[in-house]
């Protein structure tokens, strides 16, 4: 079996028309190789003019042969062939509405002569088949993201990016692009957003930091040196959640944060937006694992460090980002069914409530025991009031002989003449 590129010249055929339907493309035309072109054979359909790449992948489903009659494309030509040599084809993989250009195609692609009709070929090869049919697997998932999140490892972001396996700016040459991991397990002090925008934290662990160090340059030129950058952001241990590509919003600006070893310096934030899209939402449970993480870690810092640290540390506006979550509708006749049936007194610990709501009334949590979000029930038999410490404490400790106690209480039905 051979591998042909299949290359076209959109000025000369409406290939947009022909691909978005795609059966109207029953054969290609042949102008060289017509001995070696076989039935069964892989075709890269690759399109010539500004936005040149491959758009789809298809198969012979021919031998050359002459054409006689008409072809349902036929009305596609602006310029009428004058060849009648013909290979029939079938389109195996569409991506005409994703079509594969840009820099990071470029290395998988070889670029063939920018001229010839619709029925130039030329020899193709397994790998340059197979590279690109993997490169649209991950390119449609790479864009797919929003509320679908794509989420690679370490090896795989390497090897899809040819960059290297260390650091938060990977430049790599053979792709052309700049690969930016916001790595929020790692460190304590953070890039941040605001709002929409990722401010980003240069390069550089110690000291004051340079424009001109490491991938620093790369980033601050990115407007004009036409290198791509993909942001990838981490929440948890080696996962490289895929933000998207990005571009710098406005300037780098100078910030003063404490380094690692406590001291203050001055440092670079790059402003940067995604290039199609709004940051993809995290669920709101990845943000609230990944600060008890930040919580676990901050416990093992040295007392006096992190005195220094917290002192050290210049007032800056708080990372705020926004999040998907679900929530809950409960039922406020249930709500109120609770607090009367508590009598005012706290189910738990069975203290009064600790103070009055500015309407009379005691100031009591209705708390289900079975939470809602693991599918416990909105209804009496599994709530109970509590006080707010009660209620901190069923949260953070849920403890089996509390919840059992809750539960029996719970049981009770509500006597209001009591
Ligand atoms: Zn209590
Ligand atoms: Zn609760």
Redesign the pocket.
Known sequence: MNYWIFQGNPNQYDFETALKNDELIVNWLVSSHKKKIKIDDKIIVWLTGDRSGCYALAKATSDPYNKKGSSPDDHLWKTPPTVNLRVGIKITHNFVTKPLTGNLLKHYNRKPKNTGFQGTNFFSNHEEYENILQLSNKKIILEANGSQSLILSNDELCAFFQCSPQGGMRRSKKTNTLVLVSNHVKSIYDDKWIGDVLHYTGMGTKGDQSLNYMQNPTLNESDSNNVEIHLFEVFEEKKYFYQGQVKLKSKPYQERQTDENGDSRSVWMFPLELINNTPARIDYKTIESLGNLKEKKTSKIDLNRLKEMVENQPKSTPSKRTTISETYERDEKIVRYALERSGGF??????PAPFKKKNGTPFLEVHHIDFLSNGGDDSSDNVSA??P???RKMHALAIQSDISKLKSKALKKFDPND
């Open positions: 706290c189910q738990l610990c069975e203290k509590l006080c410490n009660c209620h």
